[in-house]
């Protein structure tokens, strides 16, 4: 009866053991957060798409602070001497600022004629920048922009153009680009607008 009884204790404190080791597995294999930048996690999800690969949300804390709702999410990816390599994003973005960078840093690659060569191979020629807009003004002129901390929005009719902060080496030029990218003639009347941002960069 008390080897019995022994028997069964020691069975116990087996079976307690092996289920502590599974959760210990369980935990062990978990990936850890990812402590990222919003540039960072720019980046990430372009080597991921390049690579055939999934970005694992779940697992990245951004460090970059930003709590308001932002206006806009935009993001650029520039070549050497700061050149536009591509631009995408959205002024009606997810909620989940994750998701809104990551799919407007993969759209800069997939719809952005500027980077429908860019490899894997290409990434470390590249840098990311994340624009979050935090206010959408209406101007009488593109000389109310400053081309380096600015956006600028025109529209005519149904037709937008969206040069975000970085993209021109000046105002004038910011201007010809968004009116070219909408399909806006030069003398075709428009309304303008200042993007406010902040700016993220690597």
Not at 7 to 22: A, C, E, Q, Y
Not at 45 to 59: C, I, P, Q, R, S
């Amino acid at each position: 009866m008390i080897k019995n009884y022994f028997s069964l204790i020691i069975s116990i404190l087996l079976l307690f053991s092996g289920t502590n080791n599974v959760f210990a597995a369980k935990a062990a294999s978990l990936p850890n957060p990812k402590k990222i930048t919003f540039a960072k996690l720019a980046r990430i999800a372009v080597e991921d798409y390049l690579g055939n690969k999934k970005t694992v949300f779940k697992t990245i804390v951004l460090t970059d602070n930003y709590t308001d709702k932002p206006k806009g999410i935009f993001v650029t990816i520039t070549g050497k001497n700061n050149k536009p390599f591509g631009c995408w994003g959205s002024l009606n973005p997810p909620l989940d600022l994750k998701i809104a960078i990551a799919s407007s840093a993969v759209d800069a690659v997939k719809k952005d004629y500027r980077t429908k060569l860019l490899s894997l191979s290409d990434l470390n020629k590249v840098k990311f920048q994340v624009a979050i807009v935090t206010n959408i003004l209406p101007i009488s002129s593109f000389k109310y922009i400053n081309p380096i901390k600015d956006g600028l929005m025109v529209r005519a009719g149904g037709r937008t153009g969206i040069i975000l902060p970085g993209e021109s080496v000046d105002s004038y030029y910011q201007m010809v680009q968004a009116r070219l990218k909408a399909g806006i003639a030069p003398k075709e009347p428009c309304n303008m607008f200042k993007l406010v941002t902040k700016l993220y960069k690597e």
